[in-house]
C-alpha cells in the first residue's frame, strides 16, 4: 500500500508538466543569452511546436521577448529569445556593519544598489529596508517581479521566514516575513546569506559550476560560513542549519567551549581572525570593532611587499583548506567556490588551497575544481534579490508577477 501511495506521488498530472515544460525552457533561457525557439527545441527535447506554445504564453506574461534575428542557413531566419531585460526584482542583504538593498535582471546582474550603516536594532533595519522598497517600487511599477527576498546572517527558518538567531544577541526570533508584509502587502522572501549566495552563485555564476552534483559555496566574512547545494538544490539540515561550516574543528585545543571553540575555522579562518592574526604578527593592540572587510582588503594589498600581510594570508587559507578538504571527504563535492575578501589574492592563496584538497586515493580519483567566486563579493545580494523568482524557475508558475512591463 504505502509503495502505490508513493508510486502515485511521482506521477505528474498535466498542469504540472505544463509547469516542469515551463521551468525547463526558463531555466535553458537564464543560463544563455539567446537562444532561438529551434535550439531550445534541440536542447529541451520537446518538439518545436511545443516549444514555440510555450514561448507564446511567456512572451505575453513578459518573462521572455523576442530579441533580433539569428543568421539565417538558408531558410526563413529563427527569432532569438531572450529573459526579458525589463524584468526585476528586489533584494536586501542585512550585514553587521552595513545593510546593502539592489534591483536585479531575472539573469542576476545588478541594475542598481544601496547601502545604509545597520541600524542597532532589527526593527529600525526592517522600517530603513521597506522605505527602500516602497522607493524602488513607485520608480519600476509594473516591470518589477512582486516581493522582495532578504538575505540575513544567522540561523534562518526561511520556511517560517523568521530569523531563529542572528549575528547580534538581541536579533532572536525576528518575524522578518510577517513584519514586512504587513508593511508593504507584497510576498516577502527570507534566506541566509549564505545559502542565498550559494544559489546566486550556482544559477548565476560560472556555467562550470551549474549542473554540479554535489557544490559547495564558502563564505568568509564575520564569520565562515558554507552553502551546500546538492542536484540542484540546497540543503537545509532538519533544523534548518545545515553549513555552520566556522563551527568546524580543525585543531585540538582543551576549552569549555561547546560553540566558537578554540580550534574551529571561525575562530581561525574568519574575517577578524585573519585581522587579528596580521596585528599579532605586527605587535600591533588588537583593532577595534569595524568593516573586518576593508581590513582584509587592504592586508592583501600589502602581501606582495609584507611578509607579514602574506604569512597572515598563507596561514589563513591553510586553516581554511583543511576546513574544506574535510567537507570534500564528507560529501564528495566536485564544485567548491570561495567568496571573500581574501580572494583578491588568489595568487597567493589557491596554491596552498590546493595543497590540502584530495588528489585522489585508492578506490577512485577526486577531482575537485576549486575557485573564487566570479559575482565580484555580490553573491549574497544577487541571491537576496533573485528569491522571488526561485518558484518561477522551479515550477514555471508565474504568480509573482507584478504586470507587464510598457
Not at 83 to 96: D, M, S, T, W, Y
Not at 133 to 138: A, D, L, N, S, T
Not at 294 to 316: G, H, K
Request: hydrophobic content about 40%; some cysteine.
Amino acid at each position: 500500500m504505502h509503495r502505490v501511495a508513493s508510486a502515485k506521488k511521482r506521477i505528474l498530472r498535466p498542469p504540472q508538466v505544463r509547469g516542469a515544460n515551463r521551468a525547463a525552457l526558463l531555466q535553458l533561457l537564464r543560463h544563455n543569452d539567446h537562444m532561438s525557439r529551434a535550439d531550445i527545441a534541440r536542447q529541451s527535447g520537446l518538439s518545436e511546436g511545443t516549444v514555440s506554445r510555450i514561448m507564446s504564453e511567456l512572451i505575453a506574461e513578459a518573462l521572455v521577448r523576442e530579441d533580433g534575428e539569428e543568421n539565417s542557413t538558408g531558410g526563413r531566419p529563427g527569432r532569438r529569445l531572450q529573459l526579458e531585460p525589463k524584468r526585476v526584482a528586489f533584494g536586501a542583504e542585512i550585514q553587521n556593519w552595513e545593510t546593502r538593498v539592489a534591483i536585479t535582471t531575472i539573469r542576476g546582474r545588478i541594475v542598481e544598489s544601496r547601502r545604509f550603516r545597520t541600524p542597532a536594532s532589527a526593527e529600525e533595519t526592517l522600517d530603513r529596508i521597506a522605505e527602500e522598497f516602497v522607493r524602488y517600487r513607485k520608480h519600476l511599477g509594473t516591470q518589477r517581479v512582486a516581493g522582495a527576498g532578504i538575505a540575513a546572517r544567522g540561523i534562518v527558518n526561511s520556511d517560517t521566514g523568521v530569523l531563529v538567531l542572528g549575528s547580534r544577541s538581541d536579533w532572536v526570533n525576528v518575524p522578518v516575513r510577517a513584519i514586512l508584509e504587513a508593511k508593504l502587502r507584497e510576498p516577502i522572501f527570507l534566506e541566509n546569506n549564505v545559502r542565498a549566495a550559494a544559489l546566486a552563485e550556482y544559477n548565476y555564476g560560472s556555467i562550470d559550476v551549474y549542473g554540479s552534483r554535489a557544490f559547495l559555496f564558502v563564505k568568509m566574512d564575520e564569520g565562515v560560513g558554507m552553502g551546500i547545494v546538492l542536484d540542484g538544490k540546497l540543503y537545509y539540515g532538519p533544523r534548518m542549519a545545515a553549513g555552520e561550516f566556522g563551527q568546524m574543528v580543525i585543531a585540538m585545543a582543551s576549552a569549555p567551549e561547546r560553540h566558537d571553540r578554540p580550534g574551529c575555522l571561525e575562530r581561525l579562518a574568519s574575517n577578524p581572525a585573519l585581522c587579528e592574526r596580521y596585528s599579532a604578527l605586527i605587535g600591533e593592540r588588537r583593532s577595534a570593532p569595524g568593516d573586518t572587510s576593508a581590513r582584509v582588503r587592504r592586508i592583501v594589498q600589502l602581501a606582495d611587499s609584507d611578509a607579514a600581510a602574506r604569512d597572515t594570508l598563507l596561514e589563513t587559507a591553510r586553516c581554511l583548506g583543511i576546513g574544506i578538504s574535510n567537507a570534500v571527504w564528507g560529501l564528495d563535492a566536485d564544485v567548491v567556490v570561495i567568496d571573500g575578501a581574501i580572494t583578491a589574492a588568489w595568487h597567493l592563496i589557491e596554491p596552498v588551497l590546493l595543497d590540502q584538497m584530495p588528489d585522489g586515493y585508492n578506490l577512485a580519483e577526486l577531482k575537485v575544481m576549486l575557485r573564487p567566486s566570479t559575482l565580484g563579493g555580490e553573491a549574497a545580494l544577487i541571491g537576496a534579490a533573485t528569491l522571488p523568482l526561485t518558484t518561477i524557475f522551479a515550477t514555471g508558475e508565474c504568480q509573482h508577477l507584478a504586470g507587464v512591463p510598457a
